[in-house]
């Protein structure tokens, strides 16, 4: 016998007059089935769709990875590296095995992380010797006439700086020398700093061999890596962060630099930049390094002012553009460089503190040539290292100040303590263009 069960439905539901419909347990079965079926059904298709989401998933993932590795190829494809011999100690943490592999340094790179060096959160303090190179090789000859720059053969460094990144000093430190100082160049000649690149071209030293060799002999001090951007590549850089926005007080122009620009607000493409940074028409080589110097702070700025780096797309381009436009030692692999921005980040968000090795025209030469204030430079390469001493306080001027700086008996403070003497200095001529003011 089959076993009935009864579901009261509604009089208007069931057999005529009954009120009751009644379904056998084969219905009922059948209809389980059904449910059954169509939950599987329900459920299957929820798993196919997660496996399909899941798919989506690993591709972009697999997708981001390949290009992570590709722009890691490609930046470390960019940068052209030369064998530096002067530099201080050996290969850093990070070397070349490290993150690529062959002998050459030259190969694919890790991306896994598992060939990372340690990052140092109290990292040493590293000296970078700049140059900017004067080389018309890299325009093309409408480039040349565009710029302004003419044709010069050979290849001097125009820019000849040395910058501090110390986690402790609080600041980012920078000295310049004036590119006709004369000193003892790495051949054992005394002339013009800037020819000293030249002169290890043209020997089996190398140019940035003997730059490094020739600053770090006068200078006593250790260099730990060495780059050098040319005109191609300091507008590369200037037009992948966008240009740069001033203020100028003044119009300023320059025929032989092709500079030309308007008081007032000004975005500089970087034609216009490497104008700016080149003049020195409307002064001298001390008023170009005080423009430079300008310029290298307020490119820096807007980099951190317009969120560069929070942008993927625009850190890549920037990225690319500076790597693709420098020529760095060979201990500056893509680790290395990783290791330096991690361990010196807060550093590098720092205020750039600049300063120029002083002097006078060397008498006796036709050329002219700069005979630097070997004192003050020494004085300056120990600021570089250590910064403003801390001032000391006058025991007689503090006991002064205790009785003089008191309100007298009119209730009023007696202003005497504070009318400092005039600042020698205020008196100076600022070089045209040189103070940062950013637009209103």
């Not at 002999?217 to 890596?225: A, K, N, Q, R």
């Not at 000004?266 to 110097?293: E, M, N």
């Not at 550093?347 to 503190?353: I, N, R």
């Amino acid at each position: 016998m089959l076993r009935t069960t009864a579901w009261r439905l509604g009089p208007d539901l069931g057999p005529p007059g009954s009120g009751v419909h009644t379904v056998t347990a084969t219905d009922a079965r059948a209809e389980d089935q059904a449910d059954a079926s169509s939950g599987g059904a329900h459920h299957r298709q929820r798993r196919r769709r997660a496996q399909r989401i899941a798919g989506v998933v690993a591709v972009l993932v697999a997708f981001a990875a390949a290009v992570v590795v590709g722009t890691l190829v490609a930046l470390d494809d960019s940068l052209t590296r030369v064998e530096v011999e002067g530099l201080a100690g050996g290969d850093p943490p990070g070397d070349a095995e490290t993150d690529v592999t062959g002998d050459d340094g030259a190969g694919e790179v890790d991306p896994s992380g598992a060939a990372d060096v340690d990052i140092e959160r109290d990292a040493e303090p590293v000296t970078v010797l700049l140059l900017g190179s004067d080389t018309r090789e890299v325009l093309t000859p409408e480039e040349r006439r565009e710029l302004g720059t003419g044709m010069a053969w050979g290849e001097r460094t125009e820019v000849v700086a040395l910058a501090r990144v110390d986690d402790a000093a609080g600041e980012l430190r920078m000295v310049n020398i004036p590119r006709d100082s004369i000193i003892t160049r790495c051949d054992g000649s005394r002339g013009r700093i800037n020819a000293a690149y030249g002169i290890g071209e043209r020997t089996d030293v190398g140019g940035m061999s003997c730059i490094v060799q020739s600053v770090s002999s006068w200078s006593g001090l250790d260099i730990d890596h060495a780059v050098k951007v040319d005109f191609r590549g300091f507008i590369d850089i200037v037009e992948a962060i966008g240009g740069v926005e001033m203020f100028l007080e003044e119009p300023l122009r320059d025929e032989r630099a092709n500079l030309d620009l308007e008081a007032g607000c000004q975005v500089l493409d970087g034609a216009d930049a490497l104008a700016f940074a080149r003049a020195r028409g409307l002064d001298d080589d001390f008023g170009r390094i005080s423009r430079q110097q300008r310029l290298l702070v307020e490119l820096r700025d807007q980099v951190q002012e317009n969120g560069v780096f929070a942008e993927p797309v625009r850190t890549l381009r920037l990225a690319e553009a500076i790597a693709g436009s420098m020529e760095v030692d060979s201990s500056l692999t893509l680790n290395r460089i990783r290791q330096l921005v991690m361990g010196h980040r807060s550093t590098l968000q720092e205020d750039l503190a600049t300063r120029t090795v002083p002097g006078e025209r060397a008498t006796g030469t036709e050329a002219w040539l700069l005979q630097p204030d070997e004192q003050a430079a020494q004085e300056l390469f120990t600021w570089l290292l250590e910064g403003d001493p801390e001032p000391e306080e006058d025991p007689d001027t503090r006991a002064e100040d205790d009785t003089t700086d008191g309100p007298t008996e009119g209730g009023e403070t007696d202003g005497s303590a504070d009318q400092a003497e005039p600042d020698e200095d205020e008196d100076e001529d600022v070089p045209a263009g040189s103070q940062p003011q950013r637009c209103p």
